[in-house]
């Protein structure tokens, strides 16, 4: 079956400019969370959507940045006013049921901020 | 100090030998352990679970040591399609954290 998508696959802006990044979970899951990774370092959790529950925002490293899940499906991830330090790859999980459930990545989108 | 560690590597094993490394955990409420892989470029992918009495998959073994707070995971006989980056996720209170990971290169 399908995968989790994520759009587009790459993406460049210009410093200051709006950007948003979209996230398709596999139909079904119920989790789904945002990941930042920037070149040779882990993955930052920004953000966790369950079900109908409030998202948590803790790894939201600014008020620049903003998430929403529409209809407990697709997702979208908003950066304002980007800054060169948000050029990283942003990557969607989700999962059937919660965090000790296997996380299905998509395939990411990179960021570069100029 | 972060929350999970990883030695980057990277480690260089010819094929067929035996490789291992850890990842140390700082909080000792940690309740559940993961392996996911990591190909160059591409999105991460569950290797396997870590279990408190250790478990195997095939080549693969991990290990969970909760006195010295650390897993590990060994791969035996490797294939050059091992090489890629390992990273170690633990979760508390609902919170995944993940290790930048362990590189991991097999040669011919």
């Known amino acids: 079956g399908a995968g989790v998508s994520q759009s587009p696959s790459n993406k460049v802006t210009e410093k200051g400019k709006d950007v948003e990044l979209r996230c398709d979970p596999i139909?079904?899951?119920?989790?789904l969370y945002w990941y930042r990774q920037s070149l040779g370092q882990g993955l930052e959790f920004l953000i966790y959507f369950q079900g109908n529950s409030a998202p948590d925002k803790s790894g939201l490293p600014s008020d620049r940045f903003s998430a929403e899940r529409t209809g407990g499906s697709v997702s979208t991830l908003t950066i304002q006013r980007t800054q060169q330090e948000d050029s990283a790859v942003y990557l969607c999980?989700?999962?059937?049921?919660?965090?000790?459930?296997?996380?299905?990545f998509g395939p990411g989108t990179r960021l570069t901020v100029l | 100090r972060k929350e999970v560690e990883q030695d980057p590597g990277p480690f260089n094993v010819p094929e067929g030998a035996t490789v291992a490394f850890n990842c140390t955990y700082s909080n000792s409420a940690s309740q559940s352990f993961f392996w996911y892989r990591q190909d160059c470029r591409k999105e991460p992918k569950l290797l396997m679970s870590v279990y408190s009495s250790g478990n195997e998959d095939g080549r693969f073994t991990a290990q969970l040591n909760r006195a010295s707070q650390y897993i590990s995971l060994l791969i035996r006989d490797s294939k050059l399609s091992d090489s890629a980056t390992y990273l170690c996720v633990v979760i508390r209170w609902g919170k995944l954290q993940f290790g930048a990971g362990t590189q991991v290169v097999v040669t011919p």
């Open positions: 999980a989700s999962t059937p049921g919660g965090e000790f459930d296997e996380q299905f």
């Open positions: 139909s079904g899951h119920t989790a």
